[in-house]
């Protein structure tokens, strides 16, 4: 079993910056791939990006790509969400995931993950 926690959301203007992490504890980390998620209100989950277990394969939605950064740092069970250039449609929670296997499969990217954290919601002004 794999619990995830996520931190760093709040409230930010447009055009400003957050980075998100999100702690893993539990099985060994470094060997899952990691992935965020977005869920706004009334809409859809939504694929943000996806990291291999050594960060080797890394995928972002089109929505984020250019803008958001995803890292690892498996020595901490760490995975990071930098997040650039907000926009009011990136309000959302934003979830953690992990899947129990090292590279990014086509159905963890459609939400197929194994383990999910609870959420931290990011909240974009215009």
């Known amino acids: 079993q794999v619990q995830l926690v996520e931190s760093g959301g709040g409230l930010v203007q447009a055009g400003g910056s957050l980075r998100l992490s999100c702690v893993a504890s539990?099985?060994?980390?470094?060997?899952?791939?990691m992935g965020w998620f977005r869920q706004a209100p009334g809409k859809e989950r939504e694929f943000v990006a996806a990291?291999?277990?050594?960060?080797?394969?890394?995928y972002y939605g089109a929505s984020v790509k250019g803008r958001f950064t995803i890292s690892r740092d498996n020595a901490k069970n760490t995975v990071y969400l930098q997040m650039n250039t907000l926009k009011p449609e990136d309000t959302a929670v934003y979830f953690c995931?992990?899947?129990?296997?090292?590279?990014?499969?086509?159905?963890?990217?459609?939400?197929?993950?194994?383990?999910w954290g609870k959420g931290t919601l990011v909240t974009v002004s215009s």
């Open positions: 995931a992990a899947e129990d296997v090292p590279v990014i499969t086509q159905a963890a990217l459609e939400g197929g993950m194994d383990y």
């Open positions: 539990g099985r060994s980390f470094s060997n899952y791939s």
């Open positions: 990291i291999s277990y050594r960060g080797g394969s890394i």
